[in-house]
């Protein structure tokens, strides 16, 4: 009788290579697909900047992948989610190092991590996510640096302008 371990650990094997392949070899079509994401208004502590929206399930899961310009200072993206959990952010096929922002649905900062470094491989994925330890809705993605430049700290506080 074949045990299973014999018939599945082909199996998983094949499926993780061909992943991995597929991963690397994506098409320059899908690549250089820009994303004209929603545009909003964010109030961070005195300062006004501009907002990229993801909203949907979709447009959060494509936020920053394959973009080669980096966001201005004065920019960033906000993934939107529906309620308040634990998400965490993988940053394969992200071109930059990013700052990234956790919020609660308050606009208070829950979770910072700072010039967070992207995959260098898919085989990496321990080193390139990232996870709040609190419950947020909001996640603001924006270049390394946007924390420093307007000095932000687990006491700021975000308002929702428009989104």
């Known amino acids: 009788m074949v045990r299973k371990t014999t018939v599945l650990l082909p199996t998983i094997i094949a499926v993780v290579i061909l992943g991995i392949l597929g991963l690397l070899f994506i098409p320059s079509s899908i690549k250089n697909t820009t994303i004209d994401f929603p545009k909003g208004t964010l109030r961070i502590d ?13 447009a959060r899961q494509r936020w920053l992948t394959f973009r080669d310009d980096k966001l201005p200072l004065d920019s960033a993206l906000i993934l939107v989610y529906n309620k308040p959990d634990l ?5 394969l096929n992200i071109q930059f190092n990013v700052d990234l ?3 609660d649905e ?12 992207p995959c260098k491989t898919p085989l990496d994925a321990a080193q390139c996510t990232y996870k709040n330890t609190r ?4 996640i603001l993605a924006a270049t390394a640096g ?6 932000i700290t687990i006491h700021s506080s975000f308002k929702i302008i428009s989104i």
């Open 101 to 103: 922002l956790w919020l």
């Open 46 to 58: 005195n300062n006004t900047i501009l907002a990229e929206v993801a909203d949907t399930p979709a």
């Open 106 to 117: 308050k606009g208070n900062v829950v979770y910072i991590v700072k010039n967070a470094s």
């Open 146 to 151: 946007f924390v420093d430049h307007y000095n």
């Open 135 to 138: 419950p947020a809705k909001y």
């Open 87 to 91: 998400y965490s952010l993988w940053l």
